[in-house]
């Protein structure tokens, strides 16, 4: 068994709006390195953990976390639309480990995960069906949102089966950090938004365009200073990759959602994959951070951030 970790922010703007000169380039410089990072470890089971924004999970039932033991990519904001390569046997040992241990694990043997979940498989290993991958679903953008301790639980329970299993599993945690982009929200929408938060599964094509360019219109009047969003928030994001960096991840039960969706606003809970991701790291033993990035950009709404980690006995 090894294990190293990627955690990156996603945002489906990437390639829609154009960030400051120069800062295209930097991302692509990362995503290059990052692409390298997965080459030299080599891994033979990707466990994903990362959101969704109701393009698969809704309010008819909306789980803190949910196991996939089937999944497939909605193909929102043009990622790739497909199924996962799930090991469904393994899944269902990982489902087993997990409820053993006391977390009350959902599970779904047909998820649909959007962005939040495939982007970052795609950029990084080439698509969702390249690799033998356990998607994990986190809740990120939906209230009301479990203590951060069930999450870091959850990632513990997820850590101690893959240490029993003969892989090299890269481990990637997707979202975050600080930001606010328009996904639609229960407690400030009309009756008809509420409809679409229940039942708005498998949109027109025409509906996922117009919610697309609201997003797309949203972060060009954001970089211009004139959207009605919350600002992106670095010393927060900073703080936070600090936190992931100590090795301490008791460290993450001091979030409190409310405080967060204040200063880093309403998406910022995605970073319960980060907390996941490196709660399972942390199992195989201490790890030391490879690679670290930020920066805020907000023509694509994101406190962008990337940590990489290996546990020690890698090096
Ligand atoms: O679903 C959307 O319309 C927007 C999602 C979004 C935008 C910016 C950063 C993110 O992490 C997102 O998920
Ligand atoms: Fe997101």
Do not use: K
């Amino acid at each position: 068994m090894s294990l190293a970790l990627i955690c990156l922010s996603h945002t489906p703007l990437m390639g829609f709006t154009e960030p400051a000169p120069g800062v295209r380039a930097e991302v692509e410089a990362l995503l290059d390195r990052l692409r390298g990072f997965v080459a030299e470890f080599d891994p033979t089971l990707v466990v994903s953990f990362g959101p969704d924004h109701y393009n698969g999970f809704f309010y008819d039932l909306m789980p803190p976390f949910c196991l996939c033991l089937g999944a497939r990519g909605v193909g929102d904001f043009d990622t790739q639309e497909g199924d996962f390569q799930v090991p469904e046997e393994l899944a269902s040992q990982l489902a087993q480990h997990v409820a053993d241990r006391g977390v009350d694990i959902a599970i779904s043997r047909a998820a649909e995960l959007d962005h939040g979940a495939v982007q970052v498989p795609e950029l990084l290993l080439g698509g969702i069906d390249r690799f033998p991958t356990l998607p994990v679903f986190v809740n990120g953008v939906a209230p009301p949102f479990v203590p951060m301790q069930r999450i870091r639980l959850l990632g513990e329970a997820v850590g101690d089966f893959l240490v029993g299993l003969d892989e090299r599993v890269l481990v990637i945690g997707s979202g975050g950090l600080s930001h606010d982009p328009p996904v639609p929200r229960w407690a400030s929408d009309t009756p008809q938004q509420h409809e679409f938060l229940l039942r708005g599964r498998h949109p027109t094509a025409q509906a996922r365009q117009t919610r697309q360019q609201r997003t797309i219109d949203t972060g060009l009047a954001f970089a211009r200073g004139e959207a009605e969003i919350a600002d992106l928030n670095p010393d927060w994001d900073n703080a936070f990759l600090d936190v992931c960096a100590s090795g301490d991840p008791g460290r993450f039960d001091a979030y409190r959602a409310d405080e967060m969706t204040e200063v880093a606003g309403n998406s910022a809970h995605e970073v319960r994959s980060w907390v996941a991701a490196f709660s399972a790291l942390r199992r195989a033993g201490a790890y030391r951070v490879v690679d670290r990035y930020y920066r805020a950009i907000p023509e694509w709404i994101a406190g962008f951030g990337c940590l990489t980690a290996t546990t020690e006995s890698e090096e």
